[in-house]
Structure formats: structure tokens, C-alpha cells
């Protein structure tokens, strides 16, 4: 026993340790910092479905309610977005006050299989908000985005504070793009890239321009009653 126990004491360490960091950075970063990737600027570059939901109104709760209920609702919120992206194989890659950015990366040459766990992770989320008490529902409402394109995927900070996030042009357009969803009154949209990947009948919702990009972008939006289906396109190159 004595032999044994450093080793124990070790590896019950590591494993503990392992799962604090992932409740914090997410399975699959914490899989990559407990592998040695610390260094500033230790980044790889990936494809990936990318998924944005946002809490519509947060800035009217926040003056309207008091700090404690408003840390409930947040809760609340992640509750109903987070369990959706998890259970369909994604990472939560960060917290951004009242919003949540998740990556369905891409295994192999085929995206559509991550688009299509992102989309089960929106529809998820919204079936959850449909299913949650209505005092839940009085205060929540929630925006989602869904694109599909490329991130620089790694440490970046400075000093001794890092972090493991994913930047790009694809991650701006997705932030972008939810803004549009209150715009055009759908909790759900999604980009001609997404959508040419996924097999549920998607609908034009026209031509819009992202703050910041020269060009217009194509969105869709998932058909609704009387809607007729189009056929998604996209160039690489927004």
C-alpha cells in the first residue's frame, strides 16, 4: 500500500483536476491544455459547425429586475442551451454575458454531420424553451445562429492569461448574424454554408448585410407552415 499510494494519490489528482478544468473551458480544450497545449499562440486551424444563441432582451431584464433574479434567468438560459449542445457532441467554447458560443467540429471531409448535430442542438434548445414553465417563458427568449466555415482554434491572451477560444471571419459573421434574428422575427438562422449541409427543408429569408463585410449574405431559416423549401447557395467568400 505504501507503493501504491503516491500513484493513487496522483492519478485521483489528475483526474479531479481534469474535471474541474473541463466544467470550465470544455471537454475538449481541457483535453488539449491537460496535453501540454499552454503556449500563447499554440493555435491549429479547423472546419466546424458553430452554433450562437443568444438571450433576446437581456439589456431591458437588466433594468427592470433585480441583480439576483437576473442571475436566475441567466442560469435558467444556459440550462435550457447548454444540455442541447452537449448531448449532441458539441463544446461550449464561451460564455459571453447573456450568450453562448458552441463548435461542432468537423471529423473528416464530410461537415454535414456536424451541421446537422448543431441543428439538433438549436431545435433542442427551443423545444426545451417551448417545454419550460411560463415563468420562464415571460423573460426568455432566445436567438440562435448556426454558420459553418473556419476558426483559428487555440491559446490567445497575453501574459500569463490565456485563453482557449476560436477567432476568424466565421466567427464574426455568426455574431453578426444573430442580431439579424430579432430583425426578421425568427428564434433560428442560418447562413447558405450551414444550410447547404442539412437535410431539414430550410427557406430564403433574403439578402442581408453583416456590419463589417462587403458583401451580402444569403440566410435561411427553418420552413415553417405554408413555406415553400428552397434550394441553399453559397460561395466561399461572403
Not at 9 to 26: D, F, K, N, P
Not at 59 to 67: A, Y
Not at 78 to 88: A, E, K, N, Q, T
Request: hydrophobic residues 45%; contains cysteine; negative net charge.
Amino acid at each position: 500500500m505504501p507503493t501504491f499510494a503516491p500513484v493513487v494519490e496522483v492519478t485521483a489528482g489528475r483526474r479531479i483536476y481534469g474535471e474541474l478544468l473541463a466544467t470550465y473551458v470544455g471537454r475538449d480544450p481541457c483535453a488539449r491544455i491537460m496535453a501540454g497545449a499552454v503556449q500563447r499562440g499554440n493555435v491549429r486551424h479547423i472546419k466546424a459547425a458553430m452554433l450562437l444563441a443568444d438571450l433576446r432582451g437581456f439589456s431591458r431584464l437588466t433594468d427592470e429586475l433585480p441583480e439576483q433574479r437576473i442571475i436566475e434567468l441567466l442560469n435558467a438560459f444556459f440550462d435550457l442551451v447548454v444540455p442541447g449542445v452537449i448531448g449532441s457532441e458539441g463544446d461550449i467554447l464561451k460564455y459571453i454575458g447573456d450568450a453562448v458560443i458552441a463548435i461542432f467540429p468537423v471529423t473528416g471531409d464530410d461537415p454535414a454531420p456536424a451541421c446537422e448535430s448543431a441543428l439538433a442542438a438549436a431545435q433542442t434548445t427551443l423545444a426545451a424553451l417551448q417545454a419550460s414553465p411560463p415563468e420562464v417563458q415571460q423573460h426568455i427568449s432566445i436567438d440562435i445562429a448556426l454558420h459553418y466555415g473556419d476558426a483559428a482554434y487555440g491559446n490567445i491572451g497575453s501574459g500569463n492569461r490565456l485563453d482557449f477560444t476560436a477567432v476568424g471571419r466565421d466567427i464574426n459573421i455568426l455574431s453578426r448574424l444573430e442580431l439579424l434574428c430579432k430583425d426578421v422575427d425568427r428564434p433560428l438562422l442560418m447562413t447558405g454554408a450551414f444550410a447547404a449541409e442539412v437535410a431539414a427543408p430550410v427557406v430564403e429569408i433574403g439578402h442581408f448585410e453583416l456590419r463589417g463585410f462587403r458583401q451580402h449574405q444569403s440566410l435561411y431559416g427553418l420552413c415553417q407552415d405554408g413555406e415553400v423549401p428552397a434550394a441553399p447557395t453559397w460561395t466561399d467568400g461572403v
